[in-house]
């Protein structure tokens, strides 16, 4: 079993920054691959960022040189420093776990971001 849950997400103004964290109640965590994923209202849940067990970090095209992934392992925590926010970023990010790194997943709630124009 596996428990995700995020914390972070509020309202903020374009041009503002958020940063999102995440703490996973998993066994092994530091040989877990993670990610952010977002979904907006109307719109398909899209990857955000992820990294794996060796911290090798990967980004979405919209979120590039905005957004930064990261990951502490003795915290057992994922974080996600967003700068620069558009109204495009709006939507509620989600936590993801994959054990291993294998097929197996594990989701957090979500948590609200909302980016005023």
């Known amino acids: 079993q596996g428990q995700l849950r995020e914390s972070g997400g509020g309202v903020v103004q374009a041009g503002g920054s958020l940063r999102l964290s995440c703490v996973a109640s998993?066994?092994?965590?530091?040989?877990?691959?993670m990610g952010w994923f977002r979904q907006a209202p109307g719109k398909d849940r899209e990857g955000v960022a992820a990294?794996?067990?060796?911290?090798?970090?990967t980004y979405a095209d919209s979120v590039k040189g905005r957004f930064t992934i990261s990951r502490d392992n003795a915290k057992n925590a994922l974080y996600l420093q967003m700068t620069n926010l558009e109204p495009e970023d709006s939507g509620v990010y989600y936590c993801?776990?994959?054990?291993?790194?294998?097929?197996?997943?594990?989701w957090g709630q979500g948590t609200q971001v909302i980016v005023s124009s």
């Open positions: 993801r776990a994959a054990p291993g790194c294998g097929l197996g997943k594990y």
């Open positions: 998993i066994n092994a965590y530091d040989r877990a691959c």
């Open positions: 990294i794996d067990s060796d911290s090798v970090e």
